[in-house]
């Protein structure tokens, strides 16, 4: 009984509406061709038709199903002249069941060929000043020689396959169809000369010190299976260097043979420890995996630096085996420190690792590796114990990039060891990211050649909350927090497009791909779902899809799925639009209750919808400023000075009853309007005289009926002096100046 008499107003102000509503004239007729617009209807048409492969649940159906690419390969570094060489076999299994007439391998490297078409698609223009370096190397020095030089392709037996390059991908024209559960087996032979990322560019590539000494970080280093799927069939779109990588899991024996005096990390288990390390450090290692407070130094940087000038002729061979993994990394110098620690996950122990030449001290000694070790362990958290091995991160200057159980991170203190916050914290941000992203796309795999979103942007959410987790100092991040994305969302629609947007198209790529996704979910978590409801989708959707190839659909629809929270609009407004949040408040009206008719008053017609306010003895409620308020009106409720409403009460309740009645004073009611595309929950803070607050959250549903403004009656014990929507900068709301009541003046940037 104890929100009676509240509802009693708040039913008076909604029929009141409705009755105003109902006397206007009667619409026009609905022209020919209208289209539904409604921000809440199902997204039917976006979404992909669920079938035996994908569920309309968002998880793997019962014939789903995903090809198998294992290899095996001998790699050698030819330190001197910067050129890798490398032979493979690949055992390719179809577990398709239709067969498949040809396959498709990716040469990534193809993108460095001096034939390479990538830089004829790029908007060029002469700048009115450049360097004299800067000239010369566009307009004067012969392009880097990169790509692929295939020298053979073989099957089994030792026969010559036929195949086709088309830039960055290439076929391989099989004599029979391979059928499902045959296996096809590739011996290829190729050499590459490796680039200077720092000159020419890439994910991979070396970076050339003075001393003469090259640290090098190698990816899409062998020609790699395609997907095949249930969705693009071959994803075999090219490689034109913004969308990444789309691969198959499998299982790797890779042999990597580098100079002697080299230390190296790679994806997989190092099986010959023993052989490349002395014993001594073997015997460090040992001490490393049970430490689970701090790195133990595994070489040191006095050992380092003893071999910078070493250059050794002889030659060393490393060991990895990778089970289950899309991908493979490698990374060599004799400039290396390398540490290590334990990481208890579950009821598992994981290496968390880090190797980087001693220009990166003291700053990555400090924190490399305990970033790494933070990061497993708030992923895992949100998602699934991390399954692999270890997670090494490598010290790479300006590189930011991600493989299975490896990533290069950028961050290093000036030549004096001295480095800034904002140094420190951007490379610690890096690290938590890429380490991060062996969660997606290394396991949860999905297509970042198509779609960026679904690992950077889910990343980087995953990301901030490791950063809101960082024990040792509040962290600054730069993506994850709503009022940080409103720039973006504001900045006019020319340069925005849909989440829902090709990697290759995107004007923003940082915005798009990574702060607007990753803020998208923040605010589904903290402000629509919550995060007791949004955690347990989000994981659901982790442990479905690791392993596997999960499409957005299969996301969007296991969100709503495992929650039970209808997220259409959401989906439709965030991620398949340009849209953008911008709710006001558009007027403020405070009411009366009065005993008296005002003047002009009209009984309205008794329909089902008003039978409740409009029949039986009469409370009428009255604006301030209208014709039918007094001064003597003007004043707090006192229920026994509204006769009709003290004779209801008295009659209709017992006196247990009518001590458990609300007991509001004043009433107001506040239209709010939205501008913005976007809906979005309405969050209001209501400010009292006494500086008391009260804060009220209106989901997202309110915009049902009205697209364009909606009402809400507040019944009050005190005086409102300041109502405030979106007090806490919750929903990315672009324009603040409509969002007080009473208007305040915004200070402009000059003052």
């Not at 340009?578 to 007027?587: A, L, P, W």
């Not at 003007?634 to 009709?644: M, P, R």
């Not at 809906?679 to 400010?687: A, F, Q, R, S, Y």
């Not at 009220?696 to 929507?725: C, G, L, Y």
Request: aromatic share 14%; glycine share 6%.
């Amino acid at each position: 009984m104890k929100t009676i008499f509240t509802s009693f107003f708040f039913l008076f102000a909604i029929s009141t509406s409705v009755i105003a509503q109902e006397t206007k004239e009667a619409p026009k007729a609905k022209e020919q061709g209208h289209n539904d617009t409604n921000k809440f209807r199902q997204m039917y048409e976006e979404f992909a038709t669920p079938n035996m492969y994908r569920t309309a649940s968002g998880a793997p159906g019962p014939e789903y199903y995903q090809q198998q690419a294992d290899y095996k390969m001998d790699i050698e570094l030819d330190d001197k002249n910067a050129k890798l060489y490398g032979t493979e076999t690949i055992t390719y299994t179809n577990n398709a069941k239709e067969s498949l007439e040809y396959l498709w391998l990716q040469l990534d490297q193809n993108i460095m060929a001096k034939t390479s078409k990538t830089p004829l698609v790029k908007d060029t223009k002469i700048d009115p000043a450049l360097s004299a370096a800067g000239f010369s190397r566009t307009f004067l020095e012969e392009k880097f020689d990169g790509g692929f030089k295939i020298e053979y392709v073989k099957d089994a037996s030792g026969k010559p396959v036929s195949y086709t390059v088309n830039e960055t991908m290439m076929r391989i024209n099989l004599e029979k169809p391979l059928a499902k559960g045959q296996k096809m087996v590739l011996n290829i032979k190729w050499n590459y000369n490796i680039n200077n990322y720092m000159i020419d560019g890439g994910r991979s590539g070396f970076e050339q010190f003075k001393d003469g000494n090259r640290l090098y970080v190698l990816a899409q280093f062998f020609p790699r299976m395609a997907v095949y799927n249930d969705v693009e069939g071959w994803q075999n779109m090219q490689f034109w260097g913004s969308g990444e990588f789309a691969l198959p899991f499998g299982n790797y024996e890779v042999n990597i043979t580098v100079p002697a005096d080299h230390i190296m990390e790679a994806t997989g288990n190092l099986m010959n420890r023993a052989e490349v390390f002395t014993p001594e450090q073997v015997s460090r290692y040992a001490k490393a995996q049970t430490s689970y407070d701090n790195p133990v130094i595994i070489v040191t940087q006095a050992e380092a630096v003893a071999k910078e000038t070493s250059f050794s002729d002889k030659k060393k061979t490393w060991k990895f085996k990778a089970e289950n993994v899309r991908d493979f990394g490698i990374s060599t110098s004799r400039k290396y420190i390398f540490d290590a620690m334990a990481v208890k996950l579950g009821t598992k122990t994981v290496m968390a690792t880090s190797v980087y030449p001693k220009e990166g001290n003291p700053l990555w000694e400090q924190f490399s590796t305990r970033a790494v070790a933070h990061t497993l362990k708030s992923y895992s958290s949100h998602t699934f114990d991390y399954p692999y091995p270890k997670a090494v991160s490598v010290n790479a200057q300006d590189q930011g990039m991600e493989y299975p159980m490896i990533c290069w991170n950028f961050g290093r203190p000036d030549a004096d060891g001295k480095y800034s916050d904002d140094v420190k914290y951007g490379m610690l941000g890096v690290i938590i990211h890429e380490v991060g992203h062996n969660y997606f796309p290394m396991i949860v795999n999905s297509d970042e050649r198509q779609w960026t979103w679904m690992d950077e942007g889910l990343n980087t959410f995953m990301q901030y909350m490791a950063e809101c987790e960082w024990t040792e100092s509040k962290f600054p991040s730069r993506r994850g927090p709503a009022k940080n994305i409103v720039p973006y969302m504001s900045g006019g629609q020319n340069g925005l497009e849909p989440i829902m947007s090709n990697s290759e198209v995107l004007k923003q790529f940082g915005n798009n791909a990574y702060g607007k996704p990753a803020t998208a979910l923040n605010i589904l978590r903290e402000t629509i779902m919550g995060r007791e409801l949004f955690d347990y989708a989000f994981k659901t959707y982790a442990n479905r899809w690791k392993f596997k190839h999960p499409t957005p659909e299969d996301f969007f629809r296991t969100m709503e799925d495992a929650s039970a929270v209808d997220l259409d609009w959401f989906w439709r407004g965030w991620f398949y639009s340009t849209d953008f949040n911008d709710i006001g408040i558009k007027e403020v009206k405070q009411f009366y209750v009065s005993n008296e008719e005002p003047k002009g008053y009209k009984a309205p017609e008794v329909t089902r919808r008003n039978r409740f306010a409009a029949t039986g003895p009469k409370v009428y409620m009255i604006a301030d400023g209208s014709d039918g308020v007094s001064p003597e009106m003007k004043k707090a409720l006192n229920v026994k000075e509204i006769k009709t409403l003290e004779e209801y009460i008295a009659t209709k309740f017992t006196e247990d009853e009518r001590a458990k009645l609300e007991t509001p004073k004043f009433f107001y009611e506040v239209t709010f309007n939205k501008p913005g595309g976007l809906v979005m929950p309405i969050i209001v803070e209501l400010t009292f005289e006494d500086g008391t607050t009260q804060n009220h959250t209106f989901p997202v549903q309110i915009w049902r009926m009205n697209d364009a403004e909606v009402s809400r009656t507040f019944a009050t014990q005190k005086t409102i002096k300041k109502i405030v929507v979106d007090p806490k900068l919750e929903t990315a709301d672009i324009d603040l100046t409509n969002n007080t009541w009473p208007k305040e003046e915004v200070k402009s940037k000059f003052d």
